[in-house]
């Protein structure tokens, strides 16, 4: 399995990007996708998730309402809708994925067994 994140960039607060992470392998195994990230000095946390059986979603507090996680089935391939950016989300925002039932867990960074390389996200006033 192959994870692969990019989109990111520089934005001004308030504005929006979009991280796709395309996927690749065994992804008919995939029972959730997620995004986690990472800031500079602080333990990586997650932002969302996507249960790929039905599309349910899952989102932490501090981004509820702002970001909105997608798919795409034909091309195995996963969005992150990144909307009023706040300089706290700058960070470096990670893809990952697990072939297990893990919605009890599904905010634990160590449920996950697939991860990509991260793409940077910055926001600046």
């Known amino acids: 399995v192959q994870l692969q994140a990019f989109g990111g960039g520089a934005v001004q607060t308030g504005g929006s990007l979009r991280l796709s992470c395309a996927a690749s392998g065994r992804t008919f195994s995939f029972r959730y996708m997620s995004w986690f990230r990472q800031a500079p000095g602080k333990e990586r946390e997650f932002v969302g998730a996507?249960?790929?059986?039905?599309?349910?979603?899952y989102y932490a507090d501090s981004v509820k309402g702002r970001f909105t996680i997608s798919r795409n089935n034909a091309k195995d391939t996963m969005f992150l809708q990144m909307n009023d950016l706040r300089s706290e989300d700058t960070a470096v925002y990670y893809c990952?994925?697990?072939?297990?039932?893990?919605?009890?867990?599904?905010?634990?960074?160590?449920?996950?067994?697939?991860w990509g390389q991260g793409t940077q996200v910055t926001v600046s006033s």
């Open positions: 990952t994925a697990s072939p297990s039932e893990i919605q009890s867990n599904i905010a634990s960074q160590f449920a996950y067994a697939y």
């Open positions: 996507l249960k790929w059986s039905g599309g349910h979603t």
